[in-house]
């Protein structure tokens, strides 16, 4: 979050959210020293300090007096289009899931299809890369996508395209949608007898 907007709330009594999910409740005040860049919620019964965050960490601030709350647009944040097109410029890096879903490639398109790829086989990182064939080793990410069902999507000023082992309705529908609010410019697969296998 912008350090102008944090510090627009010092000195309140506030609830901060951060991206690891950390909640802290208490007088926002601002690091002095080697604390310098930093904030913390300290409470007011005690004074005691509580953990120290920066602006970035920060996901959602919200006075404790009302139910305002300011919540800034990221990709951590549920996709969203009009407020994706409203922060970013010149940027598309996300999935589309089986259902037509779309998620941020949050850490990184590999990095998150191996995310799916964990919930959907309930299975961990290490168990996930072990059962990679050999003749994926230097294709990782094409093989994440065939178990997941996903496709990536990159989008920029210079290029656009698209990454899959199959594609159903649901996804091309969803990347029709993305064209049409010209966050995707490249070019629409083909689909024939359900699913389309192979890369166009």
């Known amino acids: 979050m912008k350090k102008s907007v944090v510090e627009s709330f010092l000195g309140e009594k506030v609830k901060v959210k951060c991206y690891d999910n950390d909640e802290y409740i208490g007088i926002l005040e601002k690091g002095t020293s080697y604390e310098e860049g930093y904030y913390h919620c300290k409470q007011e019964i005690n004074g005691r300090d509580n953990h120290w965050f920066r602006s970035s960490h920060i996901k959602s601030i919200s006075r404790r007096m009302n139910s305002k709350t300011l919540e800034e647009y990221s990709v951590y944040s549920a996709f969203d289009i009009k407020k994706h097109q409203e922060t970013f410029i010149n940027y598309l890096e996300v999935l589309i899931l089986e259902d037509g879903t779309?998620?941020?490639a949050v850490p990184s398109h590999q990095g998150k299809a191996l995310d799916l790829a964990c919930k959907k086989l309930n299975k961990t990182k290490k168990e996930i890369e072990d059962m990679c064939p050999r003749e994926y080793y230097c294709?990782?990410?094409?093989w994440l996508l065939g178990i997941t069902g996903s496709i990536s999507v990159w989008g920029n000023c210079a290029e656009h395209f698209i990454v899959y082992k199959t594609i159903n309705k649901k996804q091309k529908a969803t990347l029709?949608?993305?064209k049409k609010h010209g966050l995707y410019k490249g070019d629409i697969p083909?689909?024939?007898g359900g699913l389309e296998n192979e890369i166009r």
């Open 176 to 178: 029709k949608k993305l």
């Open 190 to 192: 083909i689909i024939l």
């Open 139 to 142: 294709d990782y990410l094409n």
């Open 102 to 104: 779309i998620e941020y």
